[in-house]
C-alpha cells in the first residue's frame, strides 16, 4: 500500500506561483497513475491535473496554461507547479494514486494524501 504525503502548500498573492510536491513510499512509484485534486469549502473534490505511468497528461480546463503536473520516478515524487494562481484556486490540494490509466473520477484513486491548504488573497 502506497502512503502519499503532500508538501508545499501556502498562502500567496493573486497571480503568484507554487510549487506542490507528493512524496510517495512505494518504491514502485513509477507504476502508478498519479493526480491532484482539489477540495474548496462546499464544493466537491475535483480532479485538477493527472499523469499516467507512462508521462502522459490531462488537466481541468480552469488551469491549462498555469499548472504542470509532472513526476520524479527517481525521487518517487510527483508534482504539482502553479503560476499565475487566482483566488479561485484556493482549495485543498489532495494527491492519489492508482494502478491502471490515469482518469478523472476520484473514486477511481485507491491511495490518497492528506491534502494541503493552498490559499490565494487579493
Known amino acids: 500500500q502506497v502512503q502519499l504525503v503532500e508538501s508545499g502548500g501556502g498562502l500567496v498573492q493573486a497571480g503568484a506561483s507554487l510549487r506542490l510536491s507528493c512524496a510517495a513510499s512505494?518504491?514502485?512509484?513509477?507504476?502508478?497513475?498519479m493526480a491532484w485534486f482539489r477540495q474548496a469549502p462546499g464544493k466537491e473534490r475535483e480532479l485538477v491535473a493527472a499523469i499516467g505511468s507512462g508521462g502522459s497528461t490531462r488537466y481541468v480546463d480552469s488551469v491549462k496554461g498555469r499548472f504542470t503536473i509532472s513526476r520524479d520516478n527517481a525521487k518517487n515524487t510527483l508534482y504539482l507547479q502553479m503560476s499565475s494562481l487566482k483566488l479561485e484556486d484556493t482549495a485543498v490540494y489532495y494527491c492519489?494514486?492508482?494502478?491502471?490509466?490515469?482518469?478523472?473520477?476520484?473514486?477511481?484513486?485507491?491511495?490518497w494524501g492528506q491534502g494541503t491548504q493552498v490559499t490565494v488573497s487579493s
Open positions: 492519489a494514486a492508482r494502478t491502471g490509466r490515469a482518469t478523472v473520477s476520484s473514486r477511481d484513486y485507491a491511495y
Open positions: 512505494d518504491r514502485t512509484f513509477s507504476i502508478y497513475s
